[in-house]
């Protein structure tokens, strides 16, 4: 069994601070763990992945999240905010060999000028 | 390159009335999916298609039906719309290795 939980439905930043996005997850098999984000009327675009190789993953516009086995946590982080980064963001488990992908129920990231 | 094409974009129903939202993807992958989405639910998985020739449920398969027509092809019917499938619909597709899931651009359903 899989699951996946973001811990906040919304998280409200300024522009030019950091942001973190938690997720928290919990898988019987080594996972595979994604963020994707959704802008406004939009499909969801792939941020970045983790599938076992380094547990510090870089993905695009300078997003990073972190793998830590010991707390199942997944957070997304960026040191600095810009206007173009308020959407929605999801957080997907995988457990392996599990052709099914678990979504979490969403983030929205509001940026304030 | 395409990637993964919904069909139609936006669509409205009354209740009890059938259609067929279609979906294709060039990208040679293995399995396909189709989702909802409703406001503060994430997405859900409706159906799924590990490979060509096979379909399996998802969370929320009640008041649907899949058809993976070939490689390329995943149809969803709605065989009589009621209010409460009125969603966004996503069909994605992942190369079965990776799990990388690549998405349409999304279908809006309105069932009056």
């Known amino acids: 069994a899989q699951s996946v939980t973001q811990l906040d439905s919304h998280v409200s930043v300024s522009e030019g601070t950091p942001v973190l996005l938690r997720c928290n997850y919990s898988s019987s098999y080594s996972p595979s763990l994604f963020w994707y984000v959704q802008h406004p009327n939009k499909g969801l675009q792939l941020l970045l992945k983790?599938?076992?190789?380094?547990?510090l993953v870089k993905g695009i516009n300078g997003f990073e999240a972190e793998f830590k086995k010991s707390e199942t946590s997944f957070h997304l982080t960026k040191p600095s905010a810009h206007m173009s980064d308020a959407a929605e963001y999801f957080c997907v488990v995988r457990a392996g060999g599990s052709y099914i992908p678990t979504f979490g129920r969403g983030t929205s990231l509001i940026v304030h000028p | 390159n395409a990637g993964v094409t919904q069909t139609p974009k936006f669509q409205v129903l009354k209740t009890g009335q059938s259609m067929t939202l279609q979906c294709a993807q060039d990208m040679n992958h293995n399995s396909m999916y189709w989702y909802r989405q409703d406001p503060g639910m994430g997405l859900r998985l409706i159906y799924y298609s590990a490979s060509e020739g096979t379909t399996d449920k998802g969370e929320v398969p009640n008041g649907y039906n899949v058809s993976r027509l070939n490689k390329r092809e995943f149809s969803l019917r709605l065989e009589s719309a009621a209010p409460s499938q009125t969603s966004v619909y996503f069909c994605?597709?992942?190369?079965?290795?990776?799990?990388?899931?690549?998405f349409g651009e999304g279908s809006r359903l309105t069932v009056l």
């Open positions: 983790y599938t076992s190789a380094a547990t």
């Open positions: 994605a597709s992942s190369a079965t290795n990776t799990g990388e899931l690549f």
